[in-house]
């Protein structure tokens, strides 16, 4: 053993009897001096985890907001549950009592009771643009009810429920669309599961790299520390430090990006707006998005310098 691996083991033997007494500063001590040490090492890091979180936090608000629009069309694929039969003439006060015995049906989230002259009144004005239908009579329509449901995967099952209703006889019900927003809100949740899941295998990998070629120019180090005795929890501590602080400054960074970004595009889109539908704001997502961007940064720091040590530490 040359002169020199001897200083250098006897300059571990002081450490590690210094450290002792204080082995959480130590730690800290360690992980940030280390970040400053290899710059470009941490630059690389942050920026890997801040480059896929905004890639991540990108899809997931248009996921959200795409679940947004679903859940706006599901409110318009309503129910019409219409009171007796053709040519029935039932007194308003029967038909309202009817009421309570709809909302009463599981899924049944608000019922609307609409009269005859309503009806009357609602067909003219979005029909009658020429005043062809003046003469049309309240008789001619029924007493109906605006079913609102809870869960448009169950509008099938809920439909048939209200038929079992006495004094109700037809319902409108728009199967096809119920269906349709069911299965897209079905897809969008799996497209978005695997995505982010595969999101988060990359990160994990590349930062695990990354903290790997960090840790082989330290390679000689750590082997002194092993062959002084130091355990491997000792000498993992620094380096799961500076995963943490490297993983917790990309995820800061990456969240306000992701909300700046996020606050241009709004402003764009509602300087096109046409009515239909608006982006929901960004206050009502943060504190998830920050939850899940500070665990992902933690985990991915954590994670990967853990796993960068591995091999390291089999001396």
Not at 9 to 37: C, D, P, Q
Not at 179 to 207: G, K, Y
Request: proline content about 2%; charged content about 15%; some cysteine.
């Amino acid at each position: 053993m040359t002169a020199a691996e001897l200083s250098a083991m006897e300059w571990m033997v002081t450490i590690i009897m210094k450290v002792n007494r204080n082995r959480t500063l130590y730690y800290i001590r360690e992980g940030i001096s280390s970040i400053f040490a290899h710059s470009l090492m941490s630059f690389a890091s942050v920026c890997i985890i801040i480059a896929f979180l905004v890639i991540m936090g990108s899809f997931i608000m248009v996921a959200i907001n795409i679940n947004a629009l679903i859940g706006v069309l599901e409110d318009e694929n309503i129910m019409i549950a219409y009171v007796g039969n053709d040519g029935e003439d039932i007194p308003v006060a029967d038909a309202v009592a009817l009421r309570p015995l709809l909302l009463a049906v599981p899924n049944v989230s608000d019922v609307v009771f609409v009269t005859n002259e309503e009806a009357k009144e609602n067909f003219i004005g979005r029909h009658d643009e020429s005043g062809r239908f003046r003469d049309v009579e309240a008789s001619w329509f029924r007493h109906r009810f605006i079913v609102y449901v809870e869960d448009v995967a169950e509008i099938a099952e809920t439909q048939q429920a209200l038929s079992r209703i006495a004094g109700i006889g037809t319902i409108n019900a728009n199967l096809t669309v119920a269906r349709a927003l069911v299965t897209l809100r079905t897809v969008i949740s799996w497209v978005s599961i695997i995505i982010i899941a595969v999101l988060l295998a990359i990160s994990l990998f590349i930062m695990s790299n990354t903290i790997k070629l960090a840790t082989f120019e330290r390679r000689e180090e750590i082997a002194i520390m092993k062959m002084v005795g130091a355990t491997n929890s000792f000498i993992r501590w620094p380096f799961i430090f500076e995963g943490f602080i490297l993983g917790l400054t990309g995820s800061l960074l990456a969240f306000a990006a992701i909300w700046g970004l996020y606050g241009l595009v709004s402003g764009r889109v509602l300087a096109f707006e046409a009515g239909f539908f608006q982006l929901i704001p960004f206050s009502s997502a943060w504190i998830p998005i920050f939850l899940l961007f500070t665990g992902i940064g933690f985990g991915v720091g954590v994670g990967g310098s853990g796993m960068a040590l591995n091999r390291y530490l089999k001396v």
